[in-house]
């Protein structure tokens, strides 16, 4: 398993530009090598030292790797007619390239190496010593030099031995139900449209006065408070899945639902994608398996008899007497299912 850790990093003035210059070096090479892909209309051997001196080494493979997934994915989607351009700013390091010490040793070039001091936190020293460094990018961003580096990690033991359903919707960001019988609700749903609805109200008034500035700062802030709503109801659902030992988390798969609202409304104020993607990796650091199962039927089906009935607003009720929030009846169904079937 691979996890990223982040560093921010404070080079001199001097380690600063010698970065800026690789960083750009790192560009015109990635765009060089996709410029010879797409004349010869295929991924031809470009030698190593072909490529600018001032890269390192290792540095290199990373270039010729980098212009080879631009050019395969500009094949899968047959753009390769018009030539696509690399676009990033920043410069890639593999782990024969660089040490991290009290400083982090980077080589540049092909003899000189730079020893720029760096800041992690206490959880990112821990992430860095739990495995293997394997490579790193640095990039500037919002004027800060930030180093991402990848790390190589054994896979953990799975945690525990039950299985957890959660029934992730709009009005409630997400309802959990274990094999246990425990039920849980996340997150508020409320907060989130009302930060939504707040704000499209303001954007629209800021387009009529043509307010762009203030309009890019809004934008900025809000995406922020929807991203650290979904990390905070990510964060709380695993740490239910470890409380009450859940070795498997079963979700639905809506990834085309979401494709209906968003194509429906102009602004979505439902984040599936992005909450499913931070459930996975957040899982997976700690053993969790994440299981998707087909959502049909899963709020209308009575776990008490399997009769299928339609809830009137929040409200579930069976004709066998069974009465609960339609979402809690959805988590439960999700559950049942991971169970039955690895029973
Ligand atoms: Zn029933």
Known sequence: MYLTSKIILHPTPLQAQTLKNLATIYKTEVNECLRKFQLNQKIIWIPYSTLDQNLPWESKKEVIKE????????IRNKSNAT?????????????DSFTLDYKLNLQVGQQSKLSIEFYADDYQKELLSSGCLTSLKIEKKDKKWVC?????????????????GVDMGIK??????????????FGNGRKVRYICTSQTSRLSKLMKNNNYR????????????????????????IEFAI???????????????????????????????????FL??????????????????????????????????????CACGFKSHRDIVGAINICNYSSSKSN
């Open 83 to 95: 030539p696509t351009r690399f676009k990033g700013d920043y410069c890639k390091w593999h782990c």
């Open 243 to 277: 409380q009450e030992k859940i070795s498997t988390i079963t979700l639905e798969n809506l990834a085309y639902i979401q494709k209906r609202i968003d194509s429906g409304k102009k602004i979505s104020t439902w984040s599936y994608m992005r909450l499913k993607s």
């Open 280 to 317: 996975e990796y957040k899982a997976q650091k700690h053993g969790i398996k994440i299981q998707m199962i087909n959502p049909h039927n899963t709020s209308k089906r009575c776990p008490k008899c399997n009769r299928l009935n339609h809830s009137s607003k929040r409200e579930y009720k």
């Open 148 to 164: 991402y580096i990848k790390i190589l990690k054994s896979d953990p033991q799975p945690y525990g031995e039950h299985v957890m």
């Open 214 to 237: 203030l309009i890019r700062k809004m934008d900025h802030k809000w995406g922020n408070r929807l991203l650290t709503i979904d990390h905070q109801i990510s964060k709380s659902i």
């Open 67 to 74: 212009a080879t997934k631009i050019f395969r994915d500009c």
């Open 172 to 185: 409630v960001p997400a309802v959990a139900a274990t094999s246990t019988g425990k039920i849980r609700f």
